[in-house]
């Protein structure tokens, strides 16, 4: 008798095993529908969330633009010069700037449109100026 106990036991254990792997795929497929079903929810929210922000942003928009234009009339009310003097000489930075320009044009013969960005560098002891343009072509000029 304890023979057909052990066999029946097995028997049941295999039997319940099986459904048990088809029953976990199965929850996992619902659950990664779920998680598809959640995420399309989230979008469509992500999605009339910025439609409502932009209506509002549109709507909003006119009223903020006025005081704003005020504000930055007086922030440019300052004007700056630069003036270098050194033995003798003197330069405003609109006349190194139109130096770097020719440089640009007729020393490594490019457009003068294609002129992006100047970073200059005096050194007075040196009578030099030291130009970065475009941010990768460095080089210097006699001033």
């Not at 254990?13 to 459904?19: D, G, I, L, M």
């Not at 922000?53 to 704003?68: F, G, L, N, Q």
């Not at 270098?84 to 405003?92: A, N, T």
């Not at 960005?117 to 007075?124: N, T």
Request: net charge positive; no cysteine.
């Amino acid at each position: 008798m304890a023979a057909t106990k052990k066999t029946v036991a097995t028997t049941v254990a295999t039997k319940v095993e099986e459904p048990k792997a088809e029953s976990v795929k199965a929850t996992e497929a619902v659950k990664a529908e779920k998680k598809e079903a959640v995420k399309k929810e989230t979008v469509k929210k992500a999605a009339e969330k910025k439609e409502t922000a932009k209506k509002e942003t549109v709507k909003k928009a006119p009223a903020k633009k006025a005081p704003a234009k005020k504000a930055a009339a007086k922030k440019t009310d300052l004007k700056s010069e630069v003036h270098i003097q050194f033995e003798g000489k003197s330069y405003s930075q609109e006349d190194l700037v139109k130096m770097a320009k020719d440089v640009w044009k007729y020393d490594l013969k490019q457009k003068v449109s294609d002129l992006t960005s100047v970073e200059l560098y005096i050194k007075p002891e040196e009578n030099m100026a030291y130009y970065v343009m475009n941010k990768d072509v460095a080089g210097s000029f006699y001033i």
